[in-house]
């Protein structure tokens, strides 16, 4: 059974950093690096979206709202996701979670949650 854990949130003025890591175990090193993974944010009372993916050979995309300001990259050896969150803003104020882009997911992990003051 493939966990996911997410780390790395916080509370963080407006303009500020944070680095996020999601680390995946109980998938070889193989199945991770074959996957397009992807992190996804969930504000209260709004629709979980995917805010940045990564495939295998490292092309990445982002929504909007983000571009510009977000990285995602990983490290297959440790099987594990980073998203680095550069000029935070209010709205970037979710429950992060990561997860492989695909029909069928792995169960979702319990997110790591990122406020952002103004």
């Known amino acids: 059974q493939v966990q996911l854990v997410e780390s790395g949130g916080g509370l963080v003025q407006a303009g500020g950093s944070l680095r996020l890591s999601c680390a995946v175990s109980?998938?070889?090193?193989?199945?991770?690096?074959?996957?397009?993974m992807g992190w996804y944010r969930q504000a209260p009372g709004n629709q979980r979206e995917l805010v940045a993916s990564?495939?295998?050979?490292?092309?990445?995309n982002y929504a909007d709202t983000v571009k510009g300001r977000f990285t995602i990259s990983r490290d297959n050896a440790k099987n594990t996701l980073y998203l680095q969150m550069n000029s935070l803003k209010p709205e970037d104020t979710a429950v992060y979670y990561c997860n492989r882009i695909s029909t069928t997911k792995y169960s979702w992990g319990q997110g790591t949650q990122v406020t952002v003051s103004s």
């Open positions: 109980g998938s070889n090193f193989i199945i991770f690096r074959i996957n397009t």
């Open positions: 990564i495939t295998s050979d490292l092309s990445t």
